[in-house]
């Protein structure tokens, strides 16, 4: 794996977003998700065909479940910067998984190691 894809960039997706689309579609055996975003993505309504293909879609990618390494990692990152629990674990999924986290709202995880990868911002 390299990528640890944001929630965000899956919504993106969803919602028809043509470079996210791109993105995942030409990555999708290099990229995994966090069990946060898989979570989050699926807490949305959706019609039962709607979700059940969301659900698909999400296990077409490697999952990473939160383990302890994972939460001593957020642990440290929480020391470093205020940040949601659900965007700490994505962060410290990335890290302790080397992965390089895509997201659009890299301001979120500023001030902490994490490499990124916006494929939505305009050169």
């Known amino acids: 794996m390299k990528y640890l894809i944001d929630s965000n960039i899956i919504i993106y997706h969803l919602n028809g977003e043509n470079i996210a689309t ?3 579609v030409n ?3 290099q990229c995994s998700i966090s069990q946060i975003s898989y979570i989050e993505i699926l807490s949305f309504s959706f019609t039962p065909e709607q979700e059940a293909d969301v659900k698909a879609f999400l296990e077409g990618f490697k999952i990473i479940d939160i383990t302890r390494d994972i939460a001593i990692q957020a642990i440290k990152n929480r ?3 205020k940040i949601k ?3 700490n674990i994505i962060a410290a999924s990335a ?3 080397d992965l390089i986290l895509v997201t659009r709202n890299i ?3 500023s001030s902490l190691d994490v490499r990124f ?3 939505l911002a305009r050169n």
């Open 95 to 97: 890290q302790v998984n």
């Open 107 to 109: 301001s979120d995880f």
């Open 85 to 87: 629990v659900p965007d």
């Open 79 to 81: 020391k470093i910067k």
């Open 117 to 119: 990868f916006n494929p």
């Open 22 to 24: 791109s993105f995942l």
């Open 27 to 29: 990555n999708k055996n």
